[in-house]
């Protein structure tokens, strides 16, 4: 469970795969932070409180690895099955004209969920993020291979739990500039290594990874046509700036930009220029980002 408290009270919602815990803030226009596989809603911990002035910021801790409470044992946690988790989570909170944005296999997610069940998504923000082959990137790769053995995925998780581990590649080396605080950094190693309910969570989701997912749910966004914005980060180690590209043009009304001096968890490394260009993306009238398509170098 994400410890942040300045993300709001914990709640939780049932859906049809389980029950999910939350936190949320403010009022106004709904946001959705979707985090992706390792993490939870502590990835937006310095993001989701800068927009709570104006909007509804909604953070679930999703049941990718880091979550508290396993799932039901029929849960599908193969990719479309990871987006109807979240298309059910919104519809269980009664939300609509949700602004959907989302970060690293989350942003995996988010491709799938608008191509399959966008009526409730007003617009999306793609941050860095799996698609195409990058699924699971390729420093991470060695999980599909443990995941078939229990013994195998426990050790993993019991090796999380020192920092210099966490620093390789192969764990979270290579997503942020920084370590990432201690506090969070268990947040997220904890519950894989305590909770044999959530272990055996994220071995199903390994074991129902395939790329023809992420290539199904990239092709799907040619049928979103609402205000998209795809932004990479300028040092991502991980995934390529040309997917980010990719992405872009497959949204009818996609943008991409770049924030500098961050890799792949943008919003660790670089919350404020990312909470301020979506605070500005959800402002711009429908189809005004449209009217200058292309790429852009954020400063903001």
Known sequence: ??????????????????????RERGSGSPIVFVHGVGVNGDLWRQVAPRLS?????????????AHSLPLRDDADLSLPGMARIVADFIEALGLDDVTLVANDTGGAVAQSLVGTRPERI??????SCDAFEKFPPTPQR?????????????LVAWALRFRIIQRLPTAYGWVTSRPIEPAVMRSYTDPIRTNAGVRRDLRRLLLAVDTRYTFEAAESLRGFDKPALVIWAEADRIFPREHGKRLAKLLPQGRFEMIPHSRTFIPE???????????????QPEHAETSGRGERWSNA
């Open 1 to 22: 469970m994400s410890v942040s408290t300045v993300l709001g009270e914990r709640r939780t919602v049932e859906v049809p795969a389980g029950t999910i815990e939350y």
């Open 53 to 65: 002035d104006q909007y509804r910021c909604i953070v679930p801790d999703l049941p990718w690895g």
């Open 122 to 127: 007003g617009r999306l923000v793609l941050t």
């Open 142 to 154: 060695y999980l599909l291979l443990a995941a078939r053995f229990p013994a195998l995925m426990w």
């Open 269 to 283: 490394d670089q919350p404020e220029r990312l909470a301020s260009r979506v605070r500005e993306f959800i402002a």
